[in-house]
């Protein structure tokens, strides 16, 4: 287990830029008003915007030397979210790392990466699931 990344404060305007970026087009993700009308206190972050709170923590399992990962060979295999509840404008929200398992396959190996996010108050958010495929020497 990695130690909690710095706290990401979900911004109203960076909600609306990644469901643009996504193509989500619900009112609720662009629209206070809409979102309000919902029953929630602001914009509704899209069902994958937890990778952005994610990258953080992925960024501390591939700067460790111990994990032995060279980026310029990960691909990404497998991507997932557990929700508690829905991420909205104004969240602060922390994620910490844990990898849940190894896997090698021949020359190739496979990371699985959980990152628990929580809210300020320590309330479970979402789990962000992420498998990195990482290639062996030489493919």
Known sequence: MYPPAEPYLVAREKVREF?????????????????????????VAPTTFPVVVQEHTLAQLLADPDAGIDFSRVVHGDQRFTYSRPIVAGDLLT???????????????????????VDESGAHVVSAISTLVVRGEGL
Do not use: C, E, F, W
Not at 95 to 117: D, E, F, R
């Open 19 to 43: 469901a643009r970026a996504v193509l989500a087009s619900h009112p609720i993700h662009l629209s206070v008003d809409a979102a309000r009308a919902a029953g929630y206190q602001d914009v």
């Open 95 to 117: 994620a910490q790392l844990t990898v849940s398992s190894v896997k090698n396959l021949g020359a190739h190996s496979m990371v699985t990466a959980t990152s628990a996010i």
